[in-house]
Nanobody, 126 residues
Framework: QVQLVESGGGLVQPGGSLRLSCDVSAITLDYYAIGWFRQAPGEEREAVSSKSYRDQSTHYVDSVKERFTISRDNAKKMEYLQMNSLKPEDTAIYYC???????????????????WGQGTQVTVSS
């Protein structure tokens, strides 16, 4: 069973920054797609961002555009979500996920993804 390992969550004040990490060393393919999702208490899981390494397409949900940035360190087999200008409404459990076959994909649909991390809590509060 492939396991993605997340880290980097925590408590931060409004306006602060966090960088989430996702260890994808268990993924042996080069052309997968990475997705970041979040789920707040009582809410459905929401797609935050995704990038496909097959066609280099990148997506962000409107509420995080200009604040969040997805990136990768291929040598370290790590994926990152840099989160700046954090707001209380960003509070949620954040998950990384991998889509092994990124063709004609619906980037925001959780069912497109094959493997998931365990989640990391992000709390934005003063």
């Amino acid at each position: 069973q492939v396991q993605l390992v997340e880290s980097g969550g925590g408590l931060v004040q409004p306006g602060g920054s966090l960088r989430l990490s996702c260890d994808v060393s268990a993924i042996t393919l080069d052309y997968y797609a990475i997705g970041w999702f979040r789920q707040a208490p009582g809410e459905e899981r929401e797609a935050v961002s995704s990038k496909s390494y097959r066609d280099q397409s990148t997506h962000y949900v409107d509420s995080v555009k200009e604040r969040f940035t997805i990136s990768r360190d291929n040598a370290k087999k790590m994926e990152y979500l840099q989160m700046n200008s954090l707001k209380p409404e960003d509070t949620a459990i954040y998950y990384c996920a991998v889509d092994l076959v990124p063709y004609n994909r619906r980037w925001s649909d959780p069912d497109e993804y094959d493997y998931w991390g365990q989640g990391t809590q992000v709390t934005v509060s003063s």
